[in-house]
C-alpha cells in the first residue's frame, strides 16, 4: 500500500536586483547612530516594503510592497538592527558599508549583500531544526 505524504510549501528565495558597479553606486546607505541600526536602500531611496526577518533576528530583507497588503518577492533593502554592537562585530567587513569610497565601497556593499542573500529565510530555518529533531 503506498503512502502519499503532504506537500511541504516550496519557498522561493527572494529576487536580488542587479549588483553591477552602476546599480553599487545607486545604492543609499543610512546609519541612526541613536538607535543602533543600519539601513540599505538598493534602489537608491526607500521604496515601501514589508520587513522580512533573517534567522538571526538582527537583519530582515525589505521585499517590495505592491498594493495595501501584498508584496513580490524583489528585494529593496536592508535593515541591520544593532550594527556596530553586533554586526560589525561578528562580520568586520561590513563596517567599511559606512566608510569606503570609489571601487572599496563597492566591494563593501557587493560582499554585504553576498552575505545577506546567503541567508536562509525564516522558513527553511525552522524546517532545518524541525528535520534534526
Known amino acids: 500500500m503506498a503512502l502519499t505524504l503532504p506537500q511541504e ?17 545607486t545604492i543609499r546607505v ?14 537608491g531611496k526607500p521604496l515601501p516594503a514589508v520587513w ?3 534567522p538571526d533576528g538582527n537583519i530582515w530583507i525589505g521585499l517590495r510592497l505592491v498594493g495595501d497588503d501584498d508584496w513580490v518577492d524583489e528585494v529593496v ?10 554586526a560589525v562585530r561578528e562580520l568586520p567587513r561590513w563596517g567599511k558599508v559606512l566608510t569606503a ?16 542573500a546567503a541567508m536562509p529565510v525564516n522558513d527553511e530555518a525552522e524546517r532545518d531544526v524541525l528535520s534534526a529533531r
Open 101 to 116: 569610497t570609489g571601487s572599496a565601497r563597492r566591494e563593501s556593499l557587493r560582499g554585504m549583500i553576498a552575505d545577506v
Open 77 to 86: 533593502g536592508i535593515m541591520v538592527a544593532h550594527f556596530r554592537r553586533h
Open 30 to 43: 543610512d546609519y541612526n547612530r541613536k538607535i543602533d541600526y543600519l539601513y540599505v536602500f538598493l534602489y
Open 9 to 25: 510549501e516550496i519557498v522561493e528565495p527572494p529576487v536580488w536586483p542587479s549588483m553591477d558597479d552602476a546599480a553599487l553606486d
Open 52 to 54: 522580512d526577518p533573517r
